[in-house]
Each structure stands twice: as structure tokens, then as C-alpha cells.
């Protein structure tokens, strides 16, 4: 179990980089990451405003003089402290997410970061350079992928339990955003701005995590993909609110994704299914601890997490913090990714690099690959939903 593991003499001294008062990702960065005892929030750049910033990082029981106006006065003063910060998240719209990457590296920081973690694949590749110059690691948040589930699936795939891999069917459907809801929401207006979101909305924001899914549980590389995408509400033109990819993946599996913020009706609609030449699995995020295991001519089968008959022996699928029966969720997940990330950094820091290679976590090629994702999707979108090369 992860519950209650110490691995360090001493946390992680970390920071963050937006995520103020009022922020739900923020608050998730931050139960997250200090759930194990692992990483210690020291300071802050929370908000634009200054006022604000130390005002909210007081409350949380910083210094003051440690809640910074921008994240450049953070990275300056805390380089020059004994004390000073070995980490920061970075929970911010996604267009200040290349820029402030870029300048934690070179602060010499490991970086936890919010998806997509750039608008670019050269971008995302630069960042992945200056990481490997200076030995620092990236965490790409796909927090979904903490799920003890998840990782059960991939090991079945990996064994051989579905056999050959033929379709895989993932969506990321929600119906919250249906209608103009931008209007009165400040923290949707940017999501559907080319300006802050990006070239994608849906694809970007949601899409990416069912994606990442696959890639995780299969191991399969796209060789090329074919997407249609909308925007029902027209005010979000050019972004879509709507999208629809099918895949064919290198070694002859073939995929569909769908994307959507107008699902009216649903909540997260977070499903992968994987069908294979001997059985299937599926996995729905709103029952995180079941995996659904379909052998053909057998009854289905529904796998709960924590129990003996999963496989125990590989790092990340034993991760449980409370014994079968009890729940675990959203916070668990990231939770269980932030434990990674913290075992990634330090094994850099001791520069061991093949107990590194041994940790599994969404890292950088995993930012990359949700960024090629959306800058594919937008090429075939672009071209009445003609099929293009993934690589």
C-alpha cells in the first residue's frame, strides 16, 4: 500500500504556480501532493494579484515573504534561500504553460504540470531537452491514470489476458457545458479562447486524459487518424465543443475517441473499452474501483479493486490505500501519481537513473503525445476529416 509510506528524511520543498483561493484544481494539487507526506507546500505565486496571493498563502500557513507577485520573483528568490523550493505544480490557463515549464527548468526545478503542456510538439520536445540537459523530470497531470484500476488493465493487457488487441473505444463525454455558460463563468470563458485554450477545446481538455488512457492500458502507437469536429454553441468558433476521431493504431488495431462538452444529460461519460481476440475490459471513471473483465461465452465478470485475484506484483497496480470494499476516488488517484512523481525526483536527484527508468508516471513523452494528438486532430479536421499521418 501506499498509505503511509516515507521514502525521504525530509519532504520535498515545493511550490505552486497559480491554483489560488477558489481554484478546484489547485486545492487537487495540493491534497494531493502533501496526502503521503512526501512533498511540503513552502511557497507560492497563487494569484495575479499580490494582495490576493498573500492573503491566500497566508491562510494556508505560509510566510508571507514567500508568497511571491509572479512566478519569475519566486523562481529568482527561492534560488538564492538554503531553503528554497525543489519543485513547483504548475496550475495556470494553458497558455502560460510553455513559459513557465521552460523557466522552472532552468531554475533547476522538477515540474508537475496541468495539461496540455504546451500548444506545440516543438514546444513540448524543447522542454524535454532542457529536462534531459539538467537532469530534472516533468509530471504531466493525467490524474485519472492514478487509479489502481487503470493500472490492472494494463497489466492484463500486458499478459495477454484479452489476446490480440483489435478496437478500442474511448470517450470523454460530459453534458456540462450544453449551453453559453461562458457568459457567467470566468473559469469556462478561457477554456473556449484560442487565445488561452489553444488550437482545441474538447480534444485539449478532455479528450487527451481517454487518450492517455489507452496509451497506458494498451501501449499502442496511433499510425493514423481521421477527426470531424464542432461547435454546436457558434460563439465557440473556432474551438470545438464536439469531436469525433477514429484511429488506426501501428499493428493493425483500430480506435474511436469521442470528445464532447454537450453530452446533455451526463456527467463525465469517462469510458475506455478494449476488445481483444479472447475477451474485453472496460473501464467508466465514475466506477473507478471496477474493472469490467468480458471473457467470450462466460458470464461477465466485475474485478473490484483491493482484491487478491488482481495482480499484486507490479509496481503501481498494489497501490491501494484502504482495503477492498472502501472507496477510493478522485484525490486517491492524483494522489497515488504525485507518490510517483516525488520517487521520479528524487531518484534524479541521487542522478540513479536506472531506478528512474523503473518508475512509472505520465511524464513528458506523455505531454507530447497529448499535444500531437490535438495538432493532428485539428489537421484532419481542417481537411473535411481526411486521414493523416500520426508521425
Known amino acids: 500500500m501506499f498509505n503511509e509510506e516515507r521514502h525521504f528524511d525530509q519532504p520535498i520543498r515545493w511550490a505552486m504556480v497559480g491554483g489560488g483561493r477558489g481554484s478546484q484544481i489547485g486545492y487537487s494539487h495540493r491534497n494531493a501532493a502533501q496526502r503521503d507526506g512526501l512533498f511540503k507546500l513552502v511557497a507560492g505565486a497563487f494569484d495575479l494579484d499580490p494582495a490576493r496571493c498573500r492573503d491566500f498563502g497566508e491562510n494556508l500557513g505560509l510566510d508571507g515573504d514567500r508568497c511571491y507577485a509572479n512566478y519569475k520573483e519566486m523562481f529568482e528568490q ?3 534561500r538554503e531553503d528554497g523550493i525543489q519543485a513547483v505544480s504548475i496550475a495556470t490557463p494553458n497558455s502560460t504553460h510553455y513559459e513557465i515549464c521552460k523557466a522552472a527548468l532552468e531554475a533547476n526545478l522538477h515540474v508537475v504540470c496541468e495539461k496540455p503542456i504546451t500548444f506545440t510538439t516543438e514546444e513540448a520536445e524543447e522542454l524535454k531537452a532542457i529536462a534531459a540537459k539538467n537532469n530534472r523530470v516533468i509530471g504531466v497531470m493525467y490524474g485519472y491514470s492514478g487509479f489502481p484500476m487503470v493500472q490492472q488493465a494494463r497489466e492484463m493487457v500486458k499478459r495477454g489476458d484479452l489476446g490480440e488487441i483489435r478496437v478500442i473505444n474511448m470517450q470523454f463525454a460530459h453534458g456540462f457545458h450544453n449551453e453559453e455558460y461562458e457568459l457567467n463563468d470566468p473559469g469556462l ?18 479528450g487527451t486524459h481517454a487518450f492517455y488512457l489507452c496509451e497506458v492500458m494498451t501501449g499502442l502507437e496511433v499510425d493514423r487518424l481521421s477527426c470531424m469536429r464542432q461547435s454546436f454553441i457558434k460563439s465557440r468558433t473556432p474551438l470545438e465543443d464536439n469531436a469525433h476521431v477514429m484511429m488506426e493504431f501501428k499493428g493493425g488495431a483500430v480506435g474511436t475517441l469521442w470528445a464532447s462538452a454537450v453530452n446533455a444529460g451526463s456527467m463525465h461519460q469517462q469510458k475506455i473499452r478494449i476488445v481483444g481476440s479472447k475477451a474485453s475490459i472496460e473501464w467508466w471513471d465514475e466506477q473507478p474501483n471496477q474493472l469490467r473483465y468480458e471473457i467470450q461465452g462466460e458470464p461477465p465478470r466485475i474485478l473490484d479493486r483491493g482484491m487478491g485475484y488482481l495482480y499484486q506484483d507490479v509496481e503501481g497496480v498494489a497501490a491501494n490505500r484502504v482495503g477492498g470494499g472502501h472507496a477510493e476516488g478522485y484525490f486517491e488517484s492524483w494522489a497515488n501519481l504525485y507518490h510517483r512523481f516525488a520517487l521520479a525526483f528524487d531518484a534524479a536527484d541521487r542522478d540513479d537513473q536506472e531506478t ?4 512509472w ?3 513528458i513523452d506523455a505531454g507530447i503525445e497529448g499535444v500531437r494528438l490535438c495538432e493532428k486532430c485539428v489537421e484532419s479536421a481542417d481537411q473535411n476529416a481526411a486521414w493523416v499521418e500520426y508521425k
Open 78 to 80: 527561492e534560488a538564492q
Open 189 to 206: 470563458k478561457w477554456r473556449v479562447s484560442p487565445e488561452v485554450s489553444g488550437p482545441t477545446y474538447v480534444l485539449g481538455d478532455i
Open 356 to 359: 528512474l527508468a523503473g518508475i
Open 361 to 363: 508516471f505520465p511524464g
